[in-house]
């Protein structure tokens, strides 16, 4: 795909960011250095990072030397990284940007989210702090005091934008409150088993874009069993399967295409070069009003990432994902 055929989404403060990103969870040190590289030969310019991921410092690499060989400039790419749990205390923000930035050689980022509302044990040593008895410790940080230090590194010019990840509705009204810059996009997981119509309304109506991660459903995910991932094979299932034959594209491209028809960003993870140009295919056909309901007609509320395999962390102050909050 040539980068011109980009698709780019509004933000609230008049930026531009391109729709489809390449995500970078579990892609492996020794394979996500040539996934970038061949992301950006396939005309990908947003990247989906994060501290927490422990990969920064190849994909770093590989964006520099692309920037070196002149395939791409540093404002034509979109370089999204996140804040960890161990690092929301006010005082520690700009440890953790600033140790992202190490890692990816670079001097800003384009958007800096929250990567989750609540907050582990604040410390350097690990990104799990766990208790003696395999539970992870929390500490008692709130996400508006976590915003404003967040806040001022637009003002220090080590971000050009700043945004939330896993945030639910009540928790983005509460932030809305106080905030002086309004995030710009809230990072959720969506796809047609989490199909989140009610929480992307809610944040559209309050000019927040929205990115979708696991948008194949996340196949490979550490996260879940592998009974959860055989009863929830996205990537297979029959209504899914029969608008790709319609289109001659595979069901991957149909579940990215999906997230392009609700018009919101899309990171899916790849480090397969096949795959990685096949994801970006998708701006050369068009699902219909009427297969966009069906596909949003599966959801079933799964959610393959809600942080429950880190014993403890659903009882921690601020988690998002409690069972009196609609969305
Ligand atoms: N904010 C958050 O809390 C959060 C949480 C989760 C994820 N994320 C972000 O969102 C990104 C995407 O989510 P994800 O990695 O969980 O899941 P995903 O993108 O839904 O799925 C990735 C998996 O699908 C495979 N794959 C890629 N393209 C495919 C295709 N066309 N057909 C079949 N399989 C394909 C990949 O394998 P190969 O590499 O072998 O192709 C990988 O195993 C992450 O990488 C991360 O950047 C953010």
Redesign the pocket.
């Known amino acids: 795909m040539s980068a011109s055929k980009m698709i780019y989404l509004s933000l609230n403060n008049g930026k531009q960011m391109p729709i489809i990103g390449l995500?970078?969870?579990?892609s492996k040190k020794g394979e996500v250095y040539q996934g970038v590289k061949d992301a950006i030969d396939c005309g990908y310019r947003h990247i989906?990072c994060a501290l927490v991921y422990g990969n920064e410092d190849e994909i770093g690499k590989a964006l520099n030397e692309s920037m070196k060989a002149k395939k791409v400039k540093r404002e034509e790419l979109y370089i999204v990284t996140?804040l960890w749990l161990t690092y929301t205390r006010p005082d520690r923000v700009i440890k953790g940007i600033e140790r992202s930035l190490k890692n990816l050689g670079l001097t800003y980022v384009d958007l800096y989210l929250m990567?989750?509302p609540h907050s582990f044990a604040q410390q350097d040593e690990s990104f799990f702090p766990y208790d003696k008895n395999g539970v992870i410790r929390g500490e008692d940080v709130d996400y508006v005091d976590t915003w404003k230090a967040m806040e001022e590194l637009v003002t220090k010019g080590l971000t050009k934008s700043i945004g939330v990840?896993?945030f639910n509705s009540k928790q983005i009204e509460r932030l809305l409150k106080t905030a002086t810059i309004k995030p710009v996009v809230n990072?959720i997981?969506v796809h047609p088993y989490m199909a989140q119509k009610k929480l992307i309304d809610f944040c559209r109506q309050r000019e927040i874009q929205i990115t979708a991660?696991?948008?194949?459903?996340?196949?490979?995910?550490t996260a879940t069993t592998a009974e959860q991932k055989a009863k929830h094979d996205l990537?297979q299932d029959p209504v899914v399967k029969k608008i790709a034959e319609k289109y001659k594209k595979?069901t991957?491209q149909v579940l990215l295409r999906f997230a392009v028809d609700r018009n919101y960003a899309v990171?899916?993870?790849?480090?397969?070069k096949a795959?990685i140009a096949?994801?970006i295919q998708i701006f050369d056909f068009k699902l219909t009003g009427e297969e966009v309901k069906q596909l949003e007609g599966l959801d079933c509320g799964y959610r393959?990432?809600t942080m429950a395999e880190f014993k403890g962390t659903p009882n921690l102050k601020h988690y998002p994902f409690q069972k009196d909050i609609e969305f």
């Open positions: 995500g970078t969870w579990l989906d996140k990567h989750w990840s896993n990072q997981e991660y696991a948008p194949l459903c996340s196949p490979t995910s990537l595979s991957g990171i899916p993870k790849s480090v397969s795959r096949s994801n393959t990432c």
